[in-house]
């Protein structure tokens, strides 16, 4: 079942492209319309004034991701929580918003308590991104997405993730679409974005054996330090997950930017700081944040591509994706940092596909 692969993990890292482009055959083929969302979605989308995401975990990760995209090109305002959190507090519901559960499993409890209380204080409408077919969360839900992922098996959630990305960014591009953010050539220019996504993870997954040659250096560590900003500090977190729950490396994710708040401080000789830096907009930003660093003497290890001008020195490594790929970059910057997190495991002898204390499906609190 493993094939030429060591572990689950490492078998689902390397079959992204594949789950990526099922999950994107649809939007290939129709655009990114309505029906991609369920039969009911030609009718509800354009009702929809704000969206709310609840969701646990990477999934929540998801969502972070998603909320840039739906403020960027829909234009309509987004809010993520975790669900645990809302499920518990006095929330305020505006009906005209969706709320979107993202859920790998479909089965989480957190998940599905805080979707049937959002309909308890009236909301109506209802959208799961979910990766397994009829499972609880999508049947409780007027409207679904279902990514295309197949089986997950390893604990720590992998392709289930970017193919939720791809959900999400399809509905951003939507909701944009109907309300006459996205014209003809904008939607073009998104669905051949998406047409050249699994080619692109593609590259990145041939990163593995740099990536590998690092592991060691983080093997010995007890501390690690995540640096994004904007879409990539979701990665950021990400990572931080990843590396935490199967290497049991204590690992942290900030924005770049809130480093002189408070988590400069931790940073000597002996912190390792991995930062998502691909060229984007805040490139310039994320730059001066990584000298901070480097004043500091912390290590950084720096995922960026072959448009981010900035060369290795003393103290700084860097990896490269061979292309930027715009709007869809925080998707193909998420394989570098799962494959860092499965060589680091690996390196100190870890259970990588059944890290200690943790279950695949949460349906406990
Ligand atoms: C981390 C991981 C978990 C899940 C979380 C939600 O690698 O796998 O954080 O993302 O338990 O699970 P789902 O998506 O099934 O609701």
Not at 69 to 94: H, K, L, M, Q, T
Not at 228 to 257: D, M, N, Q, V
Not at 260 to 279: F, Q, R, T, Y
Not at 299 to 325: C, K, N, Q
Request: with cysteine; proline share 4%.
């Amino acid at each position: 079942e493993l094939g030429p692969y060591s572990h689950f993990m490492q078998k689902e890292i390397h079959e992204q492209p594949k789950a990526l482009s099922d999950t994107i055959e649809a939007v290939l083929e129709n655009g990114f319309v309505a029906e991609l969302f369920g039969t009911n979605a030609a009718k509800l989308l354009p009702q929809v004034e704000g969206v709310k995401i609840l969701a646990c975990g990477t999934s929540f990760y998801a969502g972070l991701t998603a909320k840039y995209w739906i403020e960027s090109i829909a234009g309509i305002s987004c809010d993520v929580e975790i669900a645990s959190e809302y499920r518990y507090r006095d929330a305020f519901a505006n009906p005209k918003h969706l709320v979107v559960t993202i859920s790998q499993s479909g089965e989480t409890l957190d998940t599905m308590e805080a979707l049937k209380y959002a309909k308890e204080l009236g909301h109506t409408m209802a959208l799961s991104i979910c990766n397994v077919r009829e499972s609880a969360i999508p049947r409780a839900s007027e409207l679904v997405f279902y990514t295309r992922a197949g089986a997950e098996i390893g604990v720590a959630s992998t392709k289930a993730f970017t193919t939720q990305l791809v959900g999400l960014f399809a509905l951003a591009v939507t909701l944009g679409k109907q309300r006459g953010r996205v014209d003809a050539a904008a939607e073009h220019g998104y669905q051949e974005a998406l047409r050249q996504l699994p080619g692109s993870v593609q590259h990145a997954l041939n990163l593995e054996p740099q990536i590998k040659a690092w592991s060691d250096k983080f093997a010995a560590k007890q501390n690690a330090l995540f640096l994004g900003r904007g879409l990539h500090y979701p990665i950021a977190l990400e990572g931080a997950l990843k590396l935490k729950e199967i290497s049991y490396i204590h690992a942290e994710a900030y924005p770049a930017g809130e480093l002189k708040h408070g988590p400069l401080a931790l940073v000597d000789e002996s912190m390792p700081v991995v930062v998502i830096a691909p060229n984007d907009a805040l490139l310039e930003k994320v730059k001066s944040n990584m000298q901070e660093v480097r004043a500091r003497g912390g290590e950084l290890f720096v995922f960026a591509d072959l448009d981010s001008h900035f060369s290795e020195s003393d103290g700084v490594h860097v990896i490269r994706t061979p292309r930027h790929v715009g709007v869809l970059s925080a998707i193909v910057h998420t394989i570098p940092v799962q494959m860092l997190a499965y060589h680091v495991a690996l390196a100190r002898g870890t259970d990588v596909d059944k890290p200690r204390n943790l279950a695949k499906s949460v349906t406990v609190e």
